[in-house]
């Protein structure tokens, strides 16, 4: 191959691989990128999770002590719960029902509970049993503690931020107060809202784990979660963690952090989402970066053209007749143009071939 050709080729075929492997690096990166924003949104939405996990049980302690402390709510709960002769012997359960009928504000359950952690009294829904309750780490840590006690309860598939506030005239523990509001899909919504992202919350409690309140998620998403559960809530890291999520041809990057609680396992799942808008920005950054790519490729080929036609191909011309020359034919005249270097050549070569 003639050395003018093979500079071509090889210039060529140098642009062009350049090109490819900027072009592999550029979108390599802008995803990179991506990823790395995505990342940074699901640590975010861990963070406002916990915090505002941690906001809705300090107001709800707040609200339970404006009851839990008034010294008249707490006399009348003792009084009630001494048994009554008049009843046959029990504690007038009714008339505290009422009271915490009347004085519920700001919570959904509120429940009276004796000295030793047995339920009394409660207004509002509430399906956990009697035993559950009696022995749960949030009541025994009350009464042992003498101070609130915050977690969640996990009760017939409804998740609830529970506050367990003792009862004191003094230092003498009258009872105990439980107060709990529901967790609605609010809680997930506000909180893909501000890291706009998808969010879910998985519980499992006595051995069944569900998805509960999620910000509007597909019934396919649904079905996953509660499929791939358990590798939700063996996540023990505080700070959360990625873990991939697959159901055949369904495959989807979590976000997983635990959520601190009493009875129940209580995981928030931030799950990989983009909007339209956002795949159509990334797809127009990579595009632009590409453009910007393909222009350098162009200027290169155009360099090496000029290169080759204005240097190498002159260059080649003038080895040619030198050849020639040097086997015999003394009537040769170069006529190749070229650059400056080229020309000046050409000409002493030619005074070379005159002079013979």
Known sequence: MRPATRFLISGLVLVIVLTAVTS???????HRAA?????????????????????????????????????AFVDYVAQSLIPNPQMGGV???????????????????????DPLGKPVSSSG????????????????????????????????GQLLWVVASPLLRGNTLEGVLITATHVSDAFASTIGRIARSDVALVAAAGGTSLPLSNSG???????????????????????????????????ITAWVTPL????????????????????QNLHAEVVSLLLGVLVLGVIATLCVLVQWQSTWLPLQQVADVVDRAASGDSHMTIRTGGTPIVRHLREGINRLLRSR
Request: proline letters at 2%; glycine letters at 6%.
């Open 24 to 30: 592999a690096a550029v979108v390599w990166c802008v």
């Open 35 to 71: 990823d790395e924003r995505t990342l940074e949104r699901f640590k975010v939405a861990g963070i406002v999770g916990t915090d505002l996990q941690t906001q809705q049980l300090e107001t709800l302690q707040l609200r339970a002590q404006l009851l839990a402390g008034d010294p």
């Open 91 to 113: 504690v007038d359960s009714l008339s505290i029902s009422e009271l915490l009928k009347q004085r519920r504000n700001g919570y959904d359950v509120a429940m009276v509970l």
């Open 125 to 156: 829904l509430l399906a956990k049993d009697r035993t559950s309750i009696q022995h749960d780490v949030l009541v025994t840590t009350s009464i042992r503690e003498l101070k609130p006690a915050q977690g969640a309860w996990l009760d017939n």
């Open 217 to 251: 998620l597909d019934v396919h998403v649904l079905d996953l979660l509660s499929k791939q559960s358990a590798q939700i809530l063996a996540v023990s890291s505080t700070a959360g963690q990625v873990v991939p999520l697959q159901d055949g041809s369904l495959v």
């Open 260 to 279: 601190r609680t009493s009875d129940a396992q209580v995981a928030l799942v931030v799950l990989d989402h983009h909007s339209d808008g956002e795949d």
